[in-house]
């Protein structure tokens, strides 16, 4: 990035302060959110979450949809209310003291909250000046975005008539006016195109590199918490299920895994549970577990064992579907913390008959 | 800056050396430019807005005008004279009506969250967006009675009594009432956070307030079970006030009438707007 973007505010060029992972920047202790109540059904979102982010990393919150990731990442960034547990930013209380967090931290929300009426660059201007920076900050800090996320040919169009990744970019941006120390972003790369994400995942390394900026990400996709994040949180149904970087957390699994997808008939059950009890006789096999679509196994050989498994599935008319060979990656990591296997779900905005485009 | 000093130390210290730059005005200023700026740039939606008040100033006053002379005793002006004060509280209440719209969008858009997560008052946001409702009404009051004047020239009898001064007054209460109606859109907007919805509500309620009032006929002219319910109703205050500047002169009791009228049921529907805002993320 060039010098200027790394200038403040303030004008001042910030020094980069010590990293360790004893000032935690973000810290939350028993966290619990639960929705509805008063005559409706009570749902908890958030069931005891406790986690800290340093200063300066890279963090992410790994999890299928309804895991609660949302529910967290609001609450941190003051937008949606606890209902009990301590969540501090900066070591400032989301409760007590929102309005200071509200200055320190950018945030990107999961959809895309650009006015299509305004162009990109008032888009940006418009954002720069809610945080009360002066209009010449303001407009060197909207020229410098543009430039970076590339969308400075398209400024002065109607953000309607950018395309998806342009107006993520445009998102990202609006979040960054203001030069937040810590940016939330709420799965950031969701419904974007694989060369649009590789170039966003670029710019957040480069601004976690560059600037030294703590990022606290959200993701359904295990590639982007793999490439980018220093540390990450594995979050299922409202609780955090394992947590680590993601060399730790797959050299936690310690093996090669076979997966045998069993199929799908009316004995699938009783399939599955055969298939397990061979695996387990299997030598080289050090564990073996079922999933919601078949066995996975644990060995320290996996191309040798592989085989073999293979040979004793079929001696005992085991319908295998498919089998599968992998080294840990953190697909392996949620299949062993939460016995399922993660879908990613693409989700489409609703579309109600006033859209976004009416006034 | 420093290493040694603390981090939140430091972004305070920063925050507040910008804070100079703009205080409460400058959010609301920010949030009125937003709104006016998306106005102007769907001009359709301007012109349809105008569209119905027209129609009624044309047609309506010309399909009743022989009706209202045969009703009463000859009077120095038309129909279209007693309409006219109700044409603009119709307008104004019309596009009161759609204030809550531009909330659910910003709501489902995840603009809001923009508003929500900068360091602003909440209650910026809000009169930010009243304040540019409000000049819209205003300025839609004003094509309104331009338009009307300018009938004037084809032989319609509009007194005009106060002329400019008395047109400006009109804008104002327009506005005035038009903001207060808002409050009610707004809160079934936040509340429900459905277009359709914010939509019913407020349409449903806009025929029956006016025509359980004096807006369209003078209160002589009605029948007396809607007398009644007229002297509760805010429309007939604004109504009164009006067409007094248009027909008669400058009738401060009846200008002060509806601008406590308005006051009043402005506070209560913009006070459960404003909890319903509030509430927001709780």
Redesign the interface.
């Known amino acids: 990035m060039s010098e200027a973007a790394t200038s403040?505010?303030?004008g001042?060029r910030?020094?980069?302060?010590?990293r360790s992972s004893k000032?935690s920047?973000i810290d939350v202790r028993h966290l619990v959110k639960v929705y509805g109540g008063r005559g409706q059904e009570e749902i908890k979102a958030v069931n005891d979450v406790s986690f800290s982010v340093g200063?300066g990393e890279f963090f992410g919150f790994l999890g299928p949809n309804g895991a609660g990731k949302t529910t967290v990442i609001?609450i941190i960034?003051?937008?949606?209310?606890k209902t009990s547990g301590s969540v501090s930013v900066?070591?400032?209380d989301v409760e007590k003291d929102g309005?200071?967090i509200?200055?320190?931290?950018g945030?990107t929300?999961?959809?895309?909250?650009?006015?299509g009426?305004?162009t990109g660059r008032?888009n940006l201007w418009?954002?720069g000046?809610?945080?009360?920076?002066?209009?010449s900050l303001v407009d060197e800090r909207v020229e410098e975005l543009l430039e970076v996320l590339q969308l400075k040919d398209a400024a002065d169009r109607?953000a309607y008539t950018y395309s998806g990744g342009m107006r993520r970019r445009l998102d990202l941006g609006?979040g960054l006016v203001h030069h937040p120390?810590i940016l939330f972003l709420d799965e950031p790369t969701t419904g974007l195109d694989p060369q649009t994400r590789v170039a966003v995942w670029e710019y957040l390394r480069r601004l976690h590199r560059e600037e030294n900026m703590t990022i606290f990400l959200t993701t359904q996709y295990m590639e982007e918490a793999d490439q980018l994040c220093q540390r990450i949180a594995i979050i299922d149904l409202g609780k955090i299920v394992a947590e680590g970087s993601p060399a730790q957390l797959k050299a936690a699994i310690g093996a090669d895994i076979i997966t045998v997808r069993i199929a799908r008939d009316e004995a699938f059950e009783q399939s599955r549970s055969r298939a397990l009890e061979i695996a387990r006789t299997i030598p080289g096999v050090s564990r073996a577990t079922i999933f919601d679509e078949g066995v996975a196994a644990y060995t320290a050989d996996g191309g040798g064992t592989l085989l073999e498994v293979l040979r004793r599935l079929d001696a005992e008319k085991v319908p295998v579907h498919q089998v599968a060979l992998a080294h840990p990656t953190l697909d392996e990591v949620f299949l062993q913390h939460t016995g399922r296997q993660m879908r990613v779900e693409e989700v489409k905005p609703?579309s109600?008959?006033?859209?976004?485009r009416?006034? | 800056m420093v290493t040694d000093v603390g981090h939140a130390q430091r972004v305070i210290t920063r925050t507040r050396d910008a804070e100079s730059s703009g205080g409460v005005f400058t959010e609301i200023g920010l949030v009125t430019w937003r709104s006016l700026v998306k106005l102007t740039r769907t001009p359709v939606l301007l012109f349809f807005s105008l569209f119905m008040p027209l129609i009624w100033l044309v047609m309506f006053s010309q399909a009743f005008s022989k009706v209202f002379s045969q009703a009463g005793p000859s009077l120095p002006y038309d129909y279209v004279a007693v309409l006219l004060p109700g044409i603009t509280v119709m307008t104004a209440i019309q596009s009161a009506s759609q204030s809550g719209f531009g909330m659910v969008a910003d709501l489902e858009s995840g603009f809001m969250d923009k508003f929500f997560v900068a360091p602003i008052r909440r209650s910026s946001v809000l009169a930010g967006k009243l304040l540019a409702d409000g000049l819209r009404m205003a300025a839609q009051t004003g094509i309104i009675l331009g338009i009307a004047a300018i009938l004037t020239l084809f032989g319609l009898r509009i007194p005009f009594a106060t002329g400019a001064v008395g047109a400006v007054l009109i804008m104002l209460l327009a506005a005035a009432f038009g903001v207060a109606f808002s409050g009610l859109s707004n809160t079934v907007a936040l509340r429900t956070k459905n277009t359709e919805t914010t939509m019913m509500v407020s349409f449903s309620l806009t025929f029956p307030l006016l025509f359980l009032s004096t807006a369209l006929l003078p209160k002589a002219l009605l029948p007396s079970w809607v007398q009644t319910f007229s002297t509760v109703n805010p429309v007939s205050y604004m109504a009164d006030a009006a067409r007094a500047l248009i027909l008669t002169g400058f009738d401060w009791t009846a200008i002060g009438n509806a601008f406590l009228a308005i006051l009043a049921f402005g506070i209560v529907l913009n006070g459960l707007a404003v909890m319903a805002f509030r509430a927001q993320g709780k």
Do not use: C
């Open positions: 403040r505010p303030d001042k910030k020094a980069a302060p010590p000032d920047v200063e609001r960034t003051t937008l949606l209310a900066a070591g400032l309005a200071e509200r200055r320190i931290i945030y929300g999961q959809s895309i909250g650009v006015d009426e305004l008032e418009l954002i000046r809610l945080y009360h920076m002066p209009n109607r609006a120390r609703m109600r008959s006033f859209g976004r009416r006034r």
